[in-house]
């Protein structure tokens, strides 16, 4: 019993139930976060090359479309209160994204949508379906970067 | 496929004077194909994404979308065929002279926000067509905003004299010793796709600077950095092959995965996404030919 009350009194305090980010260093934060957008930008890029006709390997396409499928469930927990672009430099996070978080996640949602849809058409096989939901896969990334990360210095 | 530049043409140009040579079509009803073309001419020309103030949900071509720059905040005008406040009682000498000279029907001269710099390359026939197109969209009636410039350049008379010293009326001539797909490209980049507004540095004036095409600049028209897009190995995109581009202008990928965001993404999804695979193939080859330039 008092296991069970240290525990949920442990959860209220550290909110462990919900994800712990709140307890990670931001600027290890903004590490992995951008280590799990660049692995999303290397699943597209892979399908991207089979799309282009410059591999053959349209059979991995799938493998691609789930890691980015996976990736992009992890998004809304990578962005804690205050890890945006102004108070660290190594981002491009804006504050609109605690300004309008659920337009945030929304957009989020977006890519999941559009991700699990590319697993859909790439068990298909066809080269040029796939570089068309790639296109909406890109549009989904692309309505949260346009509103929500800063451009390039 | 390109007629040769018309020296008449262009002396009637840089006078001021109207030398259309579709001017019979003012009257005539335009066919469904002029309509067709003009559709990708809009798109090749990327007309939507200035003029239609989509942040706030504004109709398309129904103008308004703030367009900040170093110089000033622009409103582009509704070019719906709307006959009060839109481009409705424009003929297509009207649109061509707008275009192709920068000037309103009733002379004034337009801020080169709007960029007939660029524009006035364009072929008689896709004025024609475009014209065609837009007096067959439908009609929006939403006044025209005006622009809110600071002084000096609320003066619009001084930009005679801006163009007098930046302006270079004339209809893209080509490059006999260079193939069709290269002329092509030259054409949609240059004069349509008005590719170096953006990613062409300017001068304190806002003049586009000849000596460096494309080499990209550290502020661009809305304060920001547009990069070097010559062939340039560090600097620019000598990196990437005609197929990164063509890819990068359906899609919006980059070659790294990363997908365009800004200025870029709006043109890619409004004007070069609709673009045929030898239109995006013709771009990334004139591109890949550009002399390569460090910078910016």
Not at chain 1, 10 to 36: C, Q, T, W
Not at chain 2, 182 to 195: D, E, F, P, Q, S
Not at chain 2, 268 to 279: E, F, M, R
Request: aromatic share 8%; proline share 7%; charged share 20%.
């Amino acid at each position: 019993m008092r296991k069970i009350t240290l525990a949920i009194a442990a959860s209220l305090l550290f909110g462990a139930a919900s994800p712990a980010f709140a307890a990670d260093e931001p600027e290890n934060m903004i590490k992995y976060r951008k280590a799990v957008m660049s692995a999303i930008g290397g699943h597209t890029g892979a399908i991207a090359g089979v799309v282009k006709g410059e591999v053959s390997f349209v059979g991995h396409v799938e493998a691609h479309a789930r890691g980015i499928n996976e990736m992009s469930k992890l998004i809304t927990q990578l962005f804690p209160t205050g890890t945006d672009n102004g108070a660290f430099k190594d981002t491009r996070a804006l504050p609109a994204i605690w300004q309008d978080r659920a337009k945030f996640d929304a957009a989020a949602q977006a890519l999941q949508d559009e991700s699990a849809k590319l697993i859909e058409v790439a068990q298909g096989g066809d080269a040029g379906a796939i570089g068309a939901q790639l296109q909406n896969v890109g549009k989904a990334c692309g309505s949260c970067h346009k509103p929500f990360r800063a451009e390039k210095k | 496929m390109f007629r040769p530049a018309l020296s008449l043409t262009g002396l009637a140009a840089v006078l001021g004077l109207v030398a259309f040579g579709a001017a019979a079509q003012t009257t005539a009803q335009p066919t469904a194909e002029s309509v067709t073309r003009g559709g990708y001419v809009l798109r090749a020309a990327g007309c939507l994404s200035c003029h239609t103030d989509s942040k706030n949900k504004g109709q398309p071509l129904a103008g308004g979308r703030a367009l900040p720059t170093p110089f000033g905040t622009f409103y582009p005008p509704n070019i719906t065929p709307d006959k009060d406040t839109g481009i409705g009682g424009w003929t297509v000498e009207d649109l061509s002279r707008a275009m192709r000279e920068g000037r309103a029907p009733d002379g004034r001269h337009y801020y080169p926000a709007f960029p007939y710099t660029s524009y006035t390359g364009m072929a008689d026939q896709d004025v024609a067509d475009l014209w065609a197109y837009l007096m067959a969209q439908p009609p929006v009636a939403r006044a025209n905003q005006p622009h809110e410039l600071p002084l000096p350049f609320r003066f619009r008379a001084l930009l005679g004299i801006w163009k007098a010293m930046y302006f270079e009326p004339g209809r893209f001539a080509g490059n006999p010793a260079k193939d069709a797909t290269w002329n092509r490209g030259a054409y949609l980049v240059a004069a349509l796709g008005h590719c170096g507004e953006c990613h062409t540095p300017r001068g304190a004036l806002g003049g586009m600077d000849g000596d460096r095409p494309l080499a990209g600049t550290a502020k661009g028209p809305q304060g920001k950095k547009v990069p070097n897009i010559t062939p340039h190995a560090k600097e620019g995109i000598g990196d990437w092959r005609e197929s990164d581009t063509t890819f990068f202008l359906k899609t919006g990928f980059f070659p790294d995965g990363d997908v365009a965001g800004g200025a870029m993404a709006e043109v890619i999804d409004d004007g070069t996404s609709h673009l045929n695979d030898a239109d995006r193939a013709a771009i990334a080859a004139y591109l890949r030919d550009l002399p390569p330039l460090p910078g910016p």
